[in-house]
């Protein structure tokens, strides 16, 4: 559920409507809680099966899905500024480190003065299948605070699924500001 998957960043999640930005929306699960909260969401999801599906699930909801991806989102044009909350879930290890450094750069100019930014960092074995890098919340710590973020919560925890706790897999959950 959305709340399990965000227990670390729940008390960050804006109470009032806010423009949000969900990268790697995947099925759609936080976009569609998010705009269930009265939130402008905008859903960025590269893989067109999954950005299909989504869509096709959470039709009934106000959310904008964009077919676009790190490093450079550059579907979403000029708006520099535009974000209240960007919430980046099982992505960031997904970038090499170029495209990290790229990525950082981006997501700080979309977020207006006194945003947030949530990241998750999945640490393990990766999947035979996926391209998966290990990145460490330093190294992303590093990165948010040359591109002017301010860190907020670094929380490490273990996963919550069978397969991943035997495996030893763990996930760093990191938040940042950009100031006013």
Do not use: C
Request: proline share 5%.
């Amino acid at each position: 559920t959305f709340e399990n998957v965000h227990a670390a960043t729940l008390h960050l999640i804006p109470e009032q409507p806010s423009r949000i930005l969900d990268i790697g929306a995947g099925s759609g699960r936080d976009a569609a809680y998010l705009a269930r909260a009265g939130h402008r969401v905008v859903a960025v999801e590269p893989t067109a099966e999954l950005r299909q599906g989504a869509e096709a699930l959470h039709r009934g909801h106000d959310i904008e899905w964009i077919d676009d991806a790190l490093p450079g989102l550059t579907r979403l044009g000029d708006r520099r500024g535009a974000f209240d909350r960007v919430m980046i879930t099982a992505v960031w290890m997904h970038l090499d480190e170029l495209e990290r450094r790229q990525g950082m750069r981006r997501v700080a100019q979309l977020l207006a003065p006194d945003g947030i930014v949530t990241l998750s960092l999945r640490h393990g074995p990766a999947p035979v299948t996926r391209r998966m890098f290990e990145v460490s919340a330093e190294e992303t710590i590093a990165l948010a605070s040359a591109a002017g973020l301010d860190l907020l919560l670094d929380v490490q925890k273990p996963s919550s699924g069978s397969a991943n706790e035997s495996a030893g897999v763990t996930w760093s959950h990191l938040a940042f500001r950009k100031p006013a």
